[in-house]
């Protein structure tokens, strides 16, 4: 479990069931100011730094990357309330090896896959149909794997939700698009404030014919954090430049995350309740994330919805080497067709019924 808790660390990657939090970061000069006073009681407000006149002139690296970050920031923060029904099945898969030395032969930990058919209304919410799923451990005795298979028994296990009013487009962490970075978790290359750590660059640019004769033309943004660290990106991404919303994203954390340092700058304390014994068993304990990827495709013309999200790394616990991978994949059966989903009961009635 503490290899599982050091993955879910890195992935920063919450379960889309839950709400975060919608209070706005606090700006403050630096990081190091919620760092020092971790019994403040702001400290799980977020914070992020003040954006200054050299932050704004050194952000850009050339004209159109600004005009591509604002409209990413306007796209990511909007709705198109044209869009009204989607039916859609969504799969997902979770996996993890294990080797004693990180050249040494990866063997499956666990795996647990997922599938489940989603239907989502605008002003009803969404409705999931567990089709099935399965979970593995084939490394584990008898009752350790009926342990295991308890443990990832849970709901927010199941198929993702595709898509939902206000969710984050580049999956970077958390369910909700916040209009601020937080440089508390992984800082979003596309949200305000974000030019206090991020440098942006132009890139590539390609043009799609669609069979009614119209054309969609998408440009690359690229995103340098200003410094090394754990939870800044680096990486691109495409956008449709009439809309300003995400097509293709491929990205990484800068560095790999030292997980016992990360707990200690958010308590000081965090390594006391370990026993002295045990410390030497569990250090040093890291992950690294080394690719997330989100693509999109395009509907009925205008809407683009996810097909696929990505993400792989590895977490290292004193000399054992944890590969992981996390993947998504959705297909529409209809967007904007007629539909027959009930209403959704209050929390409570329904233990199968769930809205983001």
Not at 96 to 101: D, K, N, P, T
Not at 333 to 340: I, R
């Amino acid at each position: 479990m503490i290899i599982l808790a050091g993955i879910a660390l890195a992935l920063g990657l919450q379960a889309q069931s839950g709400v975060p939090s919608r209070r706005a970061p606090i700006v403050r000069d630096s990081i190091s100011d919620s760092a020092s006073t971790p019994n403040n009681r702001d400290r799980h407000r977020g914070v992020r730094r003040a954006v200054t006149a050299e932050d704004q002139r050194t952000a850009y690296l050339d004209a159109e990357s600004r005009d591509l970050v604002g409209r990413a920031r306007a796209a990511r923060m909007s709705m198109d309330s044209a869009l009204f029904y989607y039916d859609a099945m969504a799969r997902s898969r979770v996996s993890a090896g294990m080797s004693l030395l990180k050249i040494g032969r990866d063997r499956l930990l666990f795996r647990h896959e997922s599938a489940a058919r989603v239907q989502w209304k605008l002003g009803v919410g969404a409705w999931m149909e567990v089709k099935g799923k399965r979970t593995t451990v084939p490394g584990l005795p008898g009752e350790a794997q009926d342990e295991m298979r308890q443990e990832m028994n849970d709901p927010d296990l199941n198929a993702s939700v595709p898509y939902y009013p206000g969710y984050e487009p580049l999956w970077t962490g958390g369910n909700l698009a916040r209009a601020q970075v937080n440089d508390q978790e992984i800082v979003n290359p596309l949200a305000d404030g974000a030019e206090a750590y991020y440098t942006f660059e132009s890139g590539d640019s390609a043009t799609f014919t669609l069979p009614d004769k119209s054309q969609i033309r998408l440009r690359e943004i690229r995103f340098r954090p200003r410094a090394p660290k754990w939870n800044l990106v680096v990486g691109s991404a495409w956008l449709d430049m009439r809309s300003g919303q995400l097509v293709r994203a491929a990205y990484r954390l800068s560095v790999p995350m030292n997980i016992w340092e990360v707990a200690t700058q958010e308590d000081p304390k965090a390594m006391e309740s370990v026993p002295t014994w045990v410390k030497p068993m569990i250090t040093p304990m890291k992950a690294e994330v080394s690719a997330i990827a989100v693509e999109y495709g395009l509907y009925q013309g205008r809407f683009w919805l996810p097909r696929v999200r990505l993400a792989e790394g590895s977490a290292q616990v004193s000399f054992m080497h944890v590969p992981f991978k996390m993947e998504e994949s959705f297909t529409y059966a209809s967007v904007n067709a007629k539909d027959s989903l009930p209403p959704i009961p209050p929390p409570g009635r329904n233990a199968c019924s769930r809205t983001p």
